[in-house]
């Protein structure tokens, strides 16, 4: 992308203010030489003449040259993230599944090992070989360990050791904590419900005063916070919903409430969300925020007369936010124009496109891509964000293997399987 459409962006950003927006737009004339950029970099819903003979392309060669060279190489800047290596594994092989990009079984299998190398002897994974367990590298190993797909990679996950694992972040009020020893925030529920669901070790007992701890992160904005008391965020948000949809109590949140916190952190200019009132646009916010929306539909729509055809936010101006602010020109994705392209961005920009793109609800599957055809992705399932093929396969697999006994586990719960089905 072009120098003067980061300056421009970073002017937008900085001042915050529709009226600035207005202010350029206006002098537009005087601003000849690069009016191109600056028209274009808006987003259509905004003016949608300027924009009628550009069509953004979503750079697909160029992100998956840059995927793939991730998968074997990674540059010194990733040293800070040697207690993420699962999440990496997850972000790259998520978002070559969007671009529909088949994963070579050697390097599946690579990855198999990698991540069999950061299995705990006590149950869960952890952020590199030789480190404590944690929740979030564990759901991020369990979901790429499901993208790939193979009896190799679903034969790694020792169920009764995550069993133990997951026991022993529980805490009282059925909150968990992230690690034994750790902090407490709705993150962890999710982790712990995605990863029990996805692997049929979930029961009841487990999550036993989960729901009403939950129940408690959602504040006076209508969205939820990381504990109780604090300030609605959009990461929480999408945990603590999530969380519910795969126990099947989502339905007992404030909905309405959620439905217009959310909708209302979609930027009326740039197109992309915000994370919190008063934040900037962010890339990644475009599945933490918009990933939000099939669930909500999902839960309203046996209340009203809910469109059949698309979700309830501005599809075409966060596809356009996507494809014009977001894009490295060399490959990978980002958070706004001029910060730096990176993995866990990346694939949570794709995820976002996606969602964008695929409406589903029911029986109904409803496609709005921006532009042109090549700019499709695949559809990813709105509770574990991973492609909805790959969650039935794994539910198939795991739900062939009984629920692990023991003094704390019981039956399995029923509600988890409805979770799984996007369509349901
Ligand atoms: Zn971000």
Sequence with gaps: MHFSIYFTLNLFFYCASFDYAELLLNYGNCLYDVSTDIFCCVP????????????????????????????????????CLDAS????????????????????????????????????????????????AHLAPTYAAVNALCIIGSEEAYNIIDREKLLDFLWSVKQPDGSFVMHVGGEVDVRSAYCAASVASLTNI??????????????????????????????????????????????????????????RWVVSRQM??????????????????????????????????????????????EQQALQEYILLCCQNPTGGLLDKPGKSRDFYHTCYCLSGLSVAQHFWNLDLHHERVLSREENRLAPTHPVYNICPEKVAQALQHFHRLPVPSGDRASDPHPAAAAAADPQS
């Design 44 to 79: 259509a819903a905004n003016n949608p003449s300027l924009c009628l003979h550009f069509r953004p392309a979503l750079l697909r060669e160029q992100h998956y040259q840059y995927l793939k060279k991730g998968l074997r190489h990674l540059s010194d800047a990733y040293e």
């Design 85 to 132: 290596r699962p999440w990496l594994c997850f972000w790259i092989l998520h978002s070559l599944e969007l671009l529909e990009e088949p994963i070579p079984t050697t390097v599946a299998s690579d990855v198999c090992q990698f991540l069999s190398r950061c299995q705990s002897p006590t149950g869960g994974f952890a952020g590199g070989p030789g480190q404590h």
């Design 202 to 259: 979930l029961t009841p007992r487990l999550f036993e005063d989960t729901i009403s701890w939950i129940l408690r992160c959602q504040n006076w904005e209508g969205g939820l916070s990381g504990v109780p008391g604090l300030e609605a965020h959009g990461g929480y948000t999408f945990c603590g919903t999530a969380a519910l949809v795969i126990l099947g109590k989502e339905h007992m949140l404030d909905l309405k409430a959620l439905l």
């Design 268 to 313: 009326r200019f740039e197109g992309g969300f915000q994370g919190r009132c008063n934040k900037l646009v962010d890339g990644c916010y475009s599945f933490w925020q918009a990933g939000l929306l099939p669930l909500l539909h999902r839960a309203l729509f046996k209340e009203g007369a809910l469109s059949r055809q698309r979700w309830m936010f």
